[in-house]
Nanobody
């Protein structure tokens, strides 16, 4: 059974940095696409970044472009999200999602697998 496990969340001050990790197990080969979503209290879930299986194609939401970087290490079956210049509005639960055979998709319903989420809180 396919599992995605996120880690790396925590409490950080505004302007600080965090790196989230998503370890994928149980899938033969590499997921075609892996995305990071986030959901803040009272807000809709938002796709903030996605990367294809080779790592050559990446997508970012305007809200994080220039501050967040997605990458992957296929040897470790891990996808990372490096978050710099964190702001109060980045506070949310961050989820890793994967597609076995489809490229990056914009909506959560189009992803096959999900992690349990990791909390990121930006506070002074």
């Amino acid at each position: 059974q396919v599992q995605l496990v996120e880690s790396g969340g925590g409490l950080v001050q505004p302007g600080g940095s965090l790196t989230l990790s998503c370890v994928v197990s149980g899938f033969t080969g590499h997921l075609a696409a892996t995305a990071w979503f986030r959901q803040a209290p009272g807000k809709e879930r938002e796709r903030i970044s996605c990367i294809n299986s080779s790592g050559r194609r990446t997508f970012y939401a305007d809200s994080v472009k220039g501050r967040f970087t997605i990458s992957r290490d296929n040897a470790e079956n891990t996808v990372y999200l490096r978050m710099n210049s964190l702001q109060f509005e980045d506070t949310a639960v961050y989820y890793c999602a994967g597609n076995g055979w489809r490229a990056c998709q914009s909506t959560g319903s189009e992803y096959d697998y999900w992690g349990q989420g990791t909390q990121v809180t930006v506070s002074s």
